[in-house]
Nanobody, 125 residues
Framework: QVQLVESGGGSAQAGGSLRVSCAAS????????MGWFRQAPGQEREFVSA???????YYQDSVKGRFTISRDNAKNTVYLQMNSLKPEDTAVYYC???????????????????WGQGSQVTVSS
């Protein structure tokens, strides 16, 4: 079992920056693909970014060049640094984990087994 606890987020103005963190309990964190998803009011949850066990990263097109995902295996933590924020980035951000060391890109929420509680990010214009 893995428990994910998110922190960070909050409010920012357009063009600003925020960071969300996700701390994982349990062992073998380095063997988990870690992902970030977001859900805006009235919309479905969507993929934002993920980082594989070998450190490879991938992003939704709308956040490329603005968001950076990273992981610290020694701290069992994954981060999402969000720069140049836009009002359309407003959403609840969820981290997710999947025990997987393969080569596929995991971009669907049903592919992940564990979820954090969500962290609100609000961007004002």
């Amino acid at each position: 079992q893995v428990q994910l606890v998110e922190s960070g987020g909050g409010s920012a103005q357009a063009g600003g920056s925020l960071r969300v963190s996700c701390a994982a309990s349990g062992r073998s964190f380095s063997n988990y693909v870690m992902g970030w998803f977001r859900q805006a009011p009235g919309q479905e949850r969507e993929f934002v970014s993920a980082i594989r066990t070998n450190g490879d990263t991938y992003y939704q097109d709308s956040v490329k060049g603005r968001f950076t995902i990273s992981r610290d295996n020694a701290k069992n933590t994954v981060y999402l640094q969000m720069n140049s924020l836009k009002p359309e980035d407003t959403a609840v951000y969820y981290c997710a984990a999947k025990y997987y060391s393969g080569h596929y890109y995991l971009t669907y929420d049903y592919e992940y087994d564990y979820w954090g509680q969500g962290s609100q990010v609000t961007v004002s214009s």
